[in-house]
T-cell receptor, first 116, second 111 residues
Framework: EAGVAQSPRYKIIEKRQSVAFWCNPI?????LYWYQQILGQGPKLLIQ????????DSQLPKDRFSAERLKGVDSTLKIQPAKLEDSAVYLC??????????????FGSGTQLSVL | RKEVEQDPGPFNVPEGATVAFNCTYS??????FFWYRQDCRKEPKLLMS???SGNEDGRFTAQLNRASQYISLLIRDSKLSDSATYLC????????????FGAGTRLFVKA
């Protein structure tokens, strides 16, 4: 079974530039997540989609970050303009919605972003 | 207070040792719990779910204490390959279904 696909694997940009990440979840997974993981920290949820609707974007810096999941399948996350503190690994995950509130997340390899 | 808290470690143990990690959570309405493993520069991968009655998978045992709001992971007979960061994950249904990760506990198993 194919896993969660993400691209690009690495990205280096200068501050104030724009960048976009792409994610294709596991087929049939209704829920898609974008996490930001700064070195030495746990993943922090940026946004969660259920099909093509947003479930939680409370920690998304909406002045510079945006995300969409058109047609409820793949998703893009954009940063515009980037800041130095955005340097992190951006992880996409998807999950099946199991009974009893169990959501097992499967992660892509992530995009490592360096903002110079 | 963070929603999910873990001791960051690092835990340095010899091969064959038994090591235990705890994780506390603040939301009493939390519904499901997991341990994920993350190797250096890799994505997190599900290690095991945590059930109320406790569960075991080979050398790994997970337990949940709802009254005290913590979960634990016990690793017996540690292997070099167990060296990784172990992330505690909590699902809560408060204002929508949220999946929150702890910051992780680093484990180094030495020969």
């Amino acid at each position: 079974e194919a896993g969660v696909a993400q691209s690009p694997r690495y990205k280096i940009i200068e501050k104030r530039q724009s960048v976009a990440f792409w994610c294709n979840p596991i087929s049939g997974h209704a829920t898609l997540y974008w996490y930001q993981q700064i070195l030495g920290q746990g993943p922090k949820l940026l946004i969660q989609f259920q099909n093509n609707g947003v479930v939680d974007d409370s920690q998304l810096p909406k002045d510079r970050f945006s995300a969409e999941r058109l047609k409820g399948v793949d998703s893009t996350l954009k940063i515009q303009p980037a800041k130095l503190e955005d340097s992190a690994v951006y992880l996409c995950a998807s999950s099946l919605d199991l009974t009893g509130g169990m959501k097992k997340l499967f992660f892509g390899s992530g995009t490592q972003l360096s903002v110079l | 207070r963070k929603e999910v808290e873990q001791d960051p470690g690092p835990f340095n143990v010899p091969e064959g040792a038994t090591v235990a990690f705890n994780c506390t959570y603040s939301n009493s309405a939390s519904q499901s719990f997991f341990w994920y493993r993350q190797d250096c520069r890799k994505e997190p991968k599900l290690l095991m779910s945590v059930y109320s009655s406790g569960n075991e998978d080979g050398r790994f045992t997970a337990q949940l204490n709802r009254a005290s709001q913590y979960i634990s992971l016990l690793i017996r007979d540690s292997k070099l390959s167990d060296s990784a960061t172990y992330l505690c994950v909590v699902n809560s249904l408060t204002g929508g279904f949220k999946t929150i990760f702890g910051a992780g506990t680093r484990l180094f198993v030495k020969a």
